[in-house]
């Protein structure tokens, strides 16, 4: 689940008119060092708007933070609001370069599910982070990939998920999953941010039982969630998805899935377990009385599918 950096770079031209801008904010700092700061922020931020516009998705220039003066003199702000969906943070790196810095007044730890849609603090939430490698001497630039969340102020850019991608996950966000199939954001639970749905195993499973085998593997794990499951008239009752996510290194996230009964009887044994790729591909199967277990880097995206005969749910879940 791993992929060079520069696999799906997209090469965007850098215009005249983001130049002359980029040098207008800059000339309004007050060291060499925010000068070049925000002449990079704002070129990345531009590179971003113009693609976005590129393939039709409106946004707000002027009501990010890094278009008010004030701010911009103040932190290190490069991001884009998009109505309806949030903030894309923008962040430049040079050519060469295998990391982003990210810096923390940046980071978003809100839900903006806390909030409704009309809202002011709905748009307000940074929903991603974009890295752009500005090359000036060639005049171009060149959209990495992003990520849903940072969890460090170095992001790797062997973490970044493709520009192509970040289309479909602001379509996710602009339209809404459905019921069921609602984006799981792995990273965004070891932060105690949890999507609805996903409730405390004790809320889940009544009396709240994990296999010998799961409850070992329990010690030292970060965080846990349950979910019911409705495989419809295939079964007479909902089962119980619970997932642990444990943070191994800054790097690694190890993620365990077990289902449950919610009634005092076995689940049947011919429910299966699916773990796909997001491309479709099959990573692990396992069957109703296994615990399954991957790994992976933070914005990794991946399914689980749950089936009994011709009946299944399928999960997305981002790390």
Partial sequence: MTHAIYEFALPLPITQAAYRTAQEFASQQPTSDKVEQVRLNTLAVLVVQDYLQMMEIPTNLAAGDSWNPVTRLCAD???????????LECRPVRPNQTTCQVPPETWEDRDRRDYDRNSQEYDDIRVGYVVVQVDESAREAQLLGFVPTVPTEELPLSWLRSPEDLLDYLYDLKTASTPGRALANLGQWLRGIVEEGWQAVEGVINPPTLSPAYAFRSRGIAFRRARLIDLGSQLPHPISLVVEVKSE??????????????????????????????????????????????????????NLQVSLNDTSVTQEFVI
């Fill in 77 to 87: 702000v490069a991001d884009l609001k998009i109505p309806g969906v949030g903030r």
């Fill in 249 to 302: 290194s800054d790097q690694e996230t190890a993620i365990y899935f077990q289902l449950q009964s919610t009634e005092d009887q076995p689940l049947p044994t011919d429910i299966s377990m699916t773990i796909l790729s997001e491309a479709g591909d099959v990573i692990l199967t396992g069957q109703s009385t296994e615990i399954l277990e991957v790994k992976g880097a933070p914005g990794e995206r991946f």
